[in-house]
């Protein structure tokens, strides 16, 4: 493939998929061209893209259990199989639940569920929460796909919107090799970078305030709020950014944190392409 | 000395959910000839400290009917059972086997909501001790399977892609019967 080659993301939809028009607009405004797969094409065609996302929405309407029979369909076998061979696979909000039915994250164990996204039950809140969070890029995680255009330690406001959203395992050598490894990128904060457990600063109660949690490679991530919702500054609430007052028309149509998502999928996969 | 009660709900129309399930278990997974009916329903364990299972019949039958925590007239049908052995399921053929699995959340919000708002809306406190949500399904296994329960256990407790589904081990628990 030619370095120059255009690249292409498929977004996957799901019956009850809701979020993929707004991720296709932010995996073009990175400089990719998107196209809308849906779940029901034949599986093979999925190899001719360079990376994925999969969506947020209601994938069947999260019966039995958010993005559980997703999980379970033919495609994701596929996109297994393209994971596994170092393509970028996101999973935003449902598309991270599917990722953890499926067991791709965290993966120390292939093909083996090893976590679950359970019900919110952070400190002084259970259920559905939809409101703006910060998120502290870690350090460990800066080599991972969607990192790239972060710099370690910076924070972002970003949107979630989620009712099951904690990332849990009974596994508790397993959330402890995770908390020492790479692979939490993102962790909830408060505005200064600070951590803090409780409610609203970990609006769900996660594990080590995780938001978003890698593979072992490094090119799955399995990540809660939503970066297509927070991709251009007229998306920010004027409260959160405060050199957005006085906002000018400008200033809006400037790239918001959430972008940084996609252009560095966009540098992983060229990076790809040059073998670096 | 407490022992339970059980109000089970189960919809009107046609559940969704069950039908998704169904289908997933034998159109994704390896389970078709083997599972021939999957049914679910809502399952509200309440546990009592009263003597005899009448006494315990009226009081789930007033909770049921009474308050509108557990039951909506509008969508559920509702049977209240002092064990869950004695549930009926309409067998069509004795050959068949029915095992039912129910699975609760480690997290079990929608059991505490239910007993708070017992104690703080309807000033109902006495007797009850602990309250308790999950979801009973019911599988109408076929006759030709040797191991019906270990069939139902594989299905409940979800392991990777190929095995499992109604249980994430990881936020929920499950028990088979």
């Not at chain 1, 809701?18 to 599986?43: K, L, V």
């Not at chain 1, 796909?145 to 924070?155: K, Q, S």
């Not at chain 1, 995780?210 to 709020?225: H, K, T």
């Not at chain 2, 000839?33 to 049914?39: Q, V, Y």
């Amino acid at each position: 493939m030619n370095h120059s080659d255009p690249i292409t993301i498929a977004v996957i939809q799901y019956p009850g998929t809701n979020c993929e028009y707004e991720s296709a607009s932010a995996i073009e405004a990175a400089g990719m061209s998107a196209e809308i797969f849906r779940w029901n094409r034949h599986p093979e065609e999925l190899a001719q893209f360079d990376g994925y996302v999969l969506a947020g929405g209601f994938s069947y309407q999260d019966r039995v259990r958010a993005g559980a029979i997703a999980a379970k369909k033919q495609i994701v076998g596929t996109l297994i199989q393209e994971a596994a061979i170092g393509k970028p696979v996101l999973g935003i909000c449902n598309g991270a639940q599917i990722l953890i039915e499926s067991g791709l994250v965290p993966g120390n164990r292939p093909g083996h569920v090893e976590m679950s996204l359970a019900s919110n039950a952070a400190s002084g809140w259970r259920g559905y929460f939809c409101d703006w969070v910060y998120l502290r890029c870690e350090e460990k995680g800066a080599s991972g796909a969607f990192n790239l255009d972060f710099t370690p330690g910076e924070i972002i406001p970003m949107p979630v919107a989620h009712a099951e959203g904690r990332f849990v395992s009974i596994d508790a050598a397993l959330l402890d090799r995770i908390t020492h490894s790479d692979q939490i990128a993102f962790r909830y904060c408060d505005p200064d970078g600070r951590y803090d457990p409780s409610f609203p600063v970990n609006p769900n109660g996660s594990f080590h305030n995780a938001a978003g949690i890698y593979n072992p490679e490094g090119n799955v991530l399995a990540f809660m709020p939503h970066p297509e919702r927070a991709a251009w500054m007229r998306q920010i609430p004027l409260e959160l950014d405060k050199t957005l007052r006085p906002a000018s028309l400008n200033h809006c149509r400037l790239p918001g944190p959430g972008l940084k998502f996609f252009t560095s999928m966009k540098r992983y996969i060229l990076n790809r392409r040059t073998g670096r | 000395m407490t022992s339970n009660i059980y109000i089970i709900t189960e919809m009107k129309t046609r559940d969704a959910i069950a039908s998704s399930a169904f289908h997933c278990l034998v159109h994704d997974l390896p389970y078709k000839n083997r599972i021939l009916k999957l049914e679910r329903r809502e399952c509200w364990t309440i546990s009592l400290d009263l003597p005899d299972d009448a006494a315990r019949m009226e009081l789930g039958l007033q909770l049921a009917e009474k308050t509108k925590l557990f039951v909506n007239p509008n969508k559920h049908h509702y049977a209240v059972r002092t064990a869950l052995t004695d549930f009926d399921t309409r067998l069509g053929s004795s050959e068949l086997s029915i095992v039912h699995v129910i699975v609760t959340e480690r997290e079990d919000s929608a059991g505490r909501s239910a007993l708070n708002q017992l104690r703080s809306l309807y000033m109902i406190e006495r007797h009850i001790d602990s309250i308790s949500f999950g979801f009973l399904y019911t599988l109408t296994i076929a006759p030709a399977v040797p191991d019906p329960i270990g069939l139902a256990t594989e299905i409940a407790q979800l392991t990777d892609r190929a095995h499992g589904l109604l249980c994430n081990p990881h936020s929920q628990t499950f028990n088979v019967f």
